[in-house]
């Protein structure tokens, strides 16, 4: 569980950082877009994350 929310703390804040240096300029509707595209691509890491750490505690619970 911890794993997780760093991981989407660290995702956040990459997200961030490289969004506020960008310069070129975007309607509201293509902002919109962007925000829901990048908060499904880190949705989706995030449960790659949860996934692996599932496997790790079955892993390690039948050892």
């Known amino acids: ?8 703390a660290l995702l956040f804040t990459v997200s961030t950082v490289f969004t506020s240096c960008r310069e070129k300029k975007e309607t509201p509707g293509e902002k919109i877009e962007e925000a829901v595209e990048d908060t ?10 949860v996934e692996d750490a599932v496997d790790d505690v ?6």
């Open 58 to 63: 079955v892993d390690e619970v039948e050892h």
């Open 40 to 49: 499904g691509e880190a949705l989706e890491d995030a449960a790659d994350d």
């Open 1 to 8: 569980m911890k794993k997780i929310i760093l991981v989407l």
